[in-house]
Nanobody, 125 residues
Framework: QVPLVESGGGSVQPGGSLRLSCAASGYISNNYCMGWVRQAPGKEREGVAG???????QYTESVKGRFTISKDAGKNTLYLQMNSLKFEDTAIYYCAAAACGGSGAILSPQGYTDWGQGTQVTVSS
């Protein structure tokens, strides 16, 4: 597989927005389950959002209503639209992929087998 490559990270003030992208050639076209996982300093990796076959999505509670995961099959790209960003959203965000075991989405980091290099998101005033 071609490596997963994230982009779109950066610094933003609280309440701002960012959109992360993940070039996922070979994954989306082969019906992999995709997701975003983040890791804040001193903390374990946390599943943020997952998207499964048929577009089923799942989010961790703290981002529901603020983040939206989506994919564009034509562009082989995974997205994470992040709105109303908070200080606690600061982390390295990783794009992740795994063969789908069913119709649902994967949220747990342990469920993913392939990872991007990560992109830093910093929310500060």
């Amino acid at each position: 597989q071609v490596p997963l490559v994230e982009s779109g990270g950066g610094s933003v003030q609280p309440g701002g927005s960012l959109r992360l992208s993940c070039a996922a050639s070979g994954y989306i076209s082969n019906n992999y389950c995709m997701g975003w996982v983040r890791q804040a300093p001193g903390k374990e990796r946390e599943g943020v959002a997952g998207i499964g076959l048929g577009g089923y999505t799942q989010y961790t509670e703290s981002v529901k209503g603020r983040f939206t995961i989506s994919k564009d099959a034509g562009k082989n790209t995974l997205y994470l639209q992040m709105n109303s960003l908070k200080f606690e959203d600061t982390a390295i965000y990783y794009c992740a992929a795994a063969a789908c075991g069913g119709s649902g989405a994967i949220l747990s980091p342990q469920g993913y087998t392939d990872w991007g290099q990560g992109t830093q998101v910093t929310v500060s005033s």
